[in-house]
Nanobody
């Protein structure tokens, strides 16, 4: 059974940085295209970044140049480095495959506020 455990969120001021981690188990992580998604209050979940098994990345326009997705296929861990954070980045962040496994973790809350 797939398990996804996100961590690293918190409260940060505008312009600050955070690094999110996602530990995956129950899947052949190294072969999956993986992504980071987020859901803000009252909005639908959106994918903000993805990375293929070979390391090719893709970003939503809203985070391009500020966020960096990476992966460690030995540790079965996905990362999201978030810099220059803005209040509109406030959301619960989730990791999952692309397309998703259908099972979601609990997510990690990111709040950007002064």
């Amino acid at each position: 059974q797939v398990q996804l455990v996100e961590s690293g969120g918190g409260l940060v001021q505008p312009g600050g940085s955070l690094r999110l981690s996602c530990a995956a188990s129950g899947t052949r992580f190294s072969i999956n295209r993986m992504g980071w998604y987020r859901q803000a209050p009252g909005k639908e979940r959106e994918r903000v970044a993805s990375i293929t098994s070979g390391g090719s990345t893709n970003y939503a326009d809203s985070v391009k140049g500020r966020f960096t997705i990476s992966r460690d296929n030995v540790a079965n861990t996905l990362y999201l480095q978030m810099n220059s954070l803005k209040p509109e980045d406030t959301a619960v962040y989730y990791c999952n495959a692309v397309p998703s496994f259908g099972v979601w973790g609990q997510g990690t809350q990111v709040t950007v506020s002064s």
